[in-house]
């Protein structure tokens, strides 16, 4: 199960992307949230 992190996730997602490995889709989602989640932060304050 462990090893299925460095899989590429370009066959599972049906040709989408350019063969990043699960563990960079996972990271590239995290970043992506954290980013507009501070983008709400600061639209909050007016």
Same mark, same amino acid.
């Given at each position: 199960m462990d090893e299925d992190w460095n899989d590429s996730a370009k066959e599972?997602?049906?040709g989408v992307g350019a063969g990043v490995t699960f563990m960079e889709l996972l990271n590239g989602l995290v970043q992506h949230h954290a980013y507009h989640s501070g983008q709400i932060? %600061? %639209?909050s304050k007016f």
């Open positions: 599972e997602l049906g932060a %600061l %639209l």
